[in-house]
């Protein structure tokens, strides 16, 4: 079964820096999709970004990009010029191949953002 | 576009009780979802379907029935509530294998 491992609880930053988030996923697949999801107080869940495992080249949206390591199974993200707002849960989740499209998600990292 | 919706918002049961979640989308999505989060977790799938009258178990799927008799309505019953049923349970859907857009949530407390 696939797994996803996030390994940091937590997280700050300091409004207007760059933050990292880790996060590993086990599989034995090699097509297969990698998302990073944003929950804010409100609970709502809201996707930031996704990557396919069979682009090389690392997404990018506005702020916040990933550094996908398909080897390693290691899939981070980069959030830049850090916000308030930023500051939430961030889910990263592995989909299989298949026609199921579910999702496999890790325990989550809290991200403050502080002034 | 409303989206995924979730009704009821928040909800206290007793244990022993029964409720129905209730889960709609208006963007003709095929595939629909049910996940519960945990405190401090990250979201598990209960059930899934791919399709009206198709339906199948996800990871934690005991203690839970869906039916999916139209392509807009998702609705996720639980027989007699247990307090390890108490969680925040999200509806998503998708089309095909894009990504998923979930609905708001309703938080559940069984006491």
């Known amino acids: 079964a696939q797994t996803v491992t996030q390994s940091q609880p937590e997280m700050s930053v300091q409004e207007a820096e760059t933050v990292t988030l880790s996060c590993t996923y086990d599989?034995?697949?090699?097509?297969?999709?990698l998302f990073w999801y944003k929950q804010p107080p409100s609970r709502q869940m809201i996707l930031v970004i996704r990557?396919?495992?069979?682009?090389?080249q690392n997404a990018t949206e506005n702020r916040f990009s990933v550094n996908f390591q398909k080897a390693a199974k290691s899939f981070s993200l980069k959030i830049s010029d850090s916000q308030l707002g930023d500051a939430a849960m961030y889910f990263c989740?592995?989909?299989?191949?298949?026609?199921?499209?579910?999702?496999?998600f890790g325990t989550g990292t809290r991200l403050q953002v502080t002034l | 576009n409303a989206g995924v919706t979730q009704t009821p918002k928040f909800r206290i049961l007793k244990i022993g009780q029964s409720m129905t979640l209730q889960c709609a989308q208006d963007?003709?999505?095929?595939?629909m979802y049910w996940y519960r989060q945990d405190p401090g977790m990250g979201l598990k799938l209960i059930y899934y379907?791919?399709?009206?009258?198709?339906?199948d178990k996800g990871e934690v799927p005991n203690g839970y029935n869906v039916s999916r008799s139209t392509t807009e309505d998702f609705p996720l019953r639980l027989e007699l509530a247990a307090p390890s049923q108490t969680s925040v349970y999200f509806c998503?859907?998708?089309?095909?294998?894009?990504?998923?857009?979930f609905g708001p949530g309703t938080r559940l407390t069984v006491t």
């Open positions: 990557q396919e495992a069979y682009k090389q």
């Open positions: 963007m003709n999505h095929n595939y």
């Open positions: 599989t034995s697949e090699s097509d297969y999709y």
């Open positions: 989740a592995y989909r299989g191949p298949g026609t199921a499209s579910k999702l496999t």
């Open positions: 998503a859907s998708s089309y095909l294998l894009s990504e998923q857009y």
């Open positions: 379907s791919v399709g009206a009258g198709i339906t």
